[in-house]
């Protein structure tokens, strides 16, 4: 069973980037899919951006295209989540997730860090 544990979070300026990381540990990291997912207050937590096992395929919900880059480096059991002008609407609780099983398909992580406040302010 893999744990992940993220880093990285904190209270920036509009405009302003952050580089969020997530480490996993206790599993073959690169059997997993990878996910970054955040939910903010009073809402829904929805994924941001997806990752296959080889990092060849990548997914990003519409908001955050052009501005977000999630990448992996299966040698060091690391997921990254790039974040360049940021938004006040990115202010969340940002979630680093695995999943054995489709790297698409967002009911299928099954395993969650424990979450990262990132806050952008105005």
């Known amino acids: 069973q893999v744990q992940l544990v993220e880093f990285g979070g904190g209270l920036v300026q509009a405009g302003d980037s952050l580089r969020l990381s997530c480490t996993a540990s206790?599993?073959?990291?690169?059997?997993?899919?990878m996910g970054w997912f955040r939910q903010a207050p009073g809402k829904e937590r929805e994924s941001v951006a997806t990752?296959?096992?080889?990092?060849?395929?990548?997914y990003y919900v519409d908001s955050v295209k052009g501005r977000f880059t999630i990448s992996r480096d299966n040698a060091k059991n690391k997921v990254y989540l790039q974040m360049n002008s940021l938004k006040p609407e990115d202010t969340a609780v940002y979630y680093c997730?695995?999943?054995?099983?489709?790297?698409?398909?967002?009911?299928?992580?099954?395993?969650w860090g424990q979450g990262t406040q990132v806050t952008v302010s105005s």
């Open positions: 206790g599993g073959t990291f690169s059997s997993y899919g």
């Open positions: 997730a695995a999943t054995s099983g489709l790297w698409y398909i967002t009911g299928h992580y099954n395993y």
């Open positions: 990752i296959n096992r080889s990092g060849s395929s990548t």
